[in-house]
């Protein structure tokens, strides 16, 4: 049961890696003309990636809290230390009014693969 829900962490860990990676695209659309078709792709990706590895989370969760499974590890702290330094910048960023899309996109990105990555890590003690 636990080499499956190690499984299911590893897919998570993908589809949460996809989503993010689709906010690298953003500055490469070509927005001046109305929505491309790949806008929605990216769209697509993102939200797709997204919800698929939050249920994947929520039923992670819900799971290790049924086999009654603890977690003894301290390094998730450091995903959430990340998530903490890059959301902070982030702020600055949009404080400042950037008009750099890429320096935006990549801060995005860097936010919120720290933020998924709390969880992967979080759900990996509990598995270990």
Do not use: H
């Not at 962490?9 to 490469?28: E, G, K, Q, R």
């Not at 990706?45 to 989370?57: P, S, Y």
């Not at 995903?79 to 990549?106: D, N, Q, W």
Request: hydrophobic share 55%.
């Amino acid at each position: 049961m636990v080499k499956k829900m190690n499984t299911i962490n590893y897919i998570s860990a993908v589809s949460f890696f996809l989503s993010s990676a689709s906010l690298l695209f953003i500055p490469m659309l070509n927005l001046d003309s109305g929505l491309p078709a790949s806008a929605y792709i990216v769209a697509a990706v993102f939200w797709i990636g997204l919800l698929n590895g939050a249920c994947l989370q929520i039923y992670l969760s819900a799971a290790c809290k049924k086999l009654k499974l603890t977690s003894k590890s301290k390094i998730q702290r450091v995903p959430l230390a990340l998530f903490i330094l890059s959301f902070v910048v982030l702020l600055i960023l949009i404080i400042s009014s950037t008009k750099s899309k890429a320096a935006l996109s990549v801060c995005l990105f860097c936010t919120l693969i720290s933020l998924q990555a709390t969880a992967i890590v979080k759900r990996k003690g509990f598995l270990k």
